[in-house]
């Protein structure tokens, strides 16, 4: 065992329900689902977050979450889905190798993803701007 649980799984060290793999990927079924058939998107490579990783690697994550949304919607019955990465410990990633989530959904329910305050109007502005000085 590393001290990695990723890479342990990448490396079969430690068991894991697989519905993919290619040579920069597996997808496996996560082990504590927001919802029936939620996978994860592991990149074979140890990248601590979405910060690390390359972009090529990257530019190739969003089409194979895709084409796993499609097949776990259809697998579960489900008609929408969610896919994002968590990215550093305050985002609430708790496994540090870069994944992306792909959660299928059947109501907007299931999970609260809304339900933000409204901006306030004088600041957004000087937010918006703080941002673009770091492009
Ligand atoms: P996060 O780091 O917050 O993006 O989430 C890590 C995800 O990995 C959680 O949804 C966990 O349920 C999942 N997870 C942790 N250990 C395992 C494991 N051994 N097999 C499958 N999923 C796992
Ligand atoms: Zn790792």
New binding site residues.
């Given amino acids: 065992m590393g001290d990695c ?2 890479c ?2 990448v490396m079969g060290r ?4 697989r519905v993919y793999e290619d040579e920069n990927f597996i997808a ?7 919802t029936p058939g ?1 996978l ?1 998107i592991v990149s074979r490579e140890h990248y601590a977050t979405t910060l690390d990783a390359p972009d090529e690697l990257l530019a190739k994550a969003l089409p194979l979450a895709k084409k796993l949304a499609e097949a776990a919607m259809l697998g579960v019955g489900a008609p929408a889905f969610n896919i ?3 990215s550093g410990p305050e ?7 870069w ?1 992306l ?1 792909v959660v299928p959904r059947k109501s907007p329910k299931e999970l609260p993803l809304h339900g933000g305050a409204p901006a306030d109007l004088t600041k957004l502005p000087f937010t918006a701007a703080a941002i673009r000085e770091n492009l």
């Fill in positions: 649980i990723f342990d799984i430690i068991p894991s329900i496996l079924m996560d082990i504590n689902p927001l939620h994860l994002f990465v968590n985002s609430g990633q708790v496994v540090p190798h994944h989530h």
